[in-house]
């Protein structure tokens, strides 16, 4: 089992930005891949930027050179800590936010509202 707690949502102007935060711990087993997914009113939830245990990233096309992804691991890597920083946010960056752990497991999702 792992626990995640998000926070960072909010909303803000276009041109802003925000950093989103997830808190993972788990149980018995190493916390690897984390990601950032989003889901907006009528859309697939579609990946954002993900990261391994070792420090690989990955982003989506629609956020490169905008948001960056990054992680602190306890040295037992069954606590982890995902962050993501987004500058230049645009409208179409409004959606629900979820943190993932190892491709399964999802937390309760965090909402970012960008508008002027």
């Known amino acids: 089992q792992v626990r995640l707690v998000e926070s960072g949502g909010g909303f803000v102007e276009p041109g802003g930005s925000l950093r989103l935060s997830c808190a993972a711990s788990a149980s018995g087993f190493s916390i690897n891949e984390m990601g950032w997914y989003r889901q907006a009113p009528g859309k697939q939830r579609e990946l954002v930027a993900d990261?391994?245990?070792?420090?690989?990233?990955?982003?989506?096309?629609s956020v490169k050179g905008r948001f960056t992804i990054s992680r602190d691991t306890a040295r037992d890597n069954a606590k982890s800590t995902v962050y993501l920083q987004m500058n230049s946010l645009q409208p179409e960056d409004t959606a629900v936010y979820y943190c993932?752990?190892?491709?399964?497991?999802w937390g309760q999702g965090t909402q970012v509202t960008v508008s002027s």
């Open positions: 990261i391994t245990r070792g420090g690989s990233t990955n982003y989506a096309d």
């Open positions: 993932n752990a190892n491709y399964f497991y």
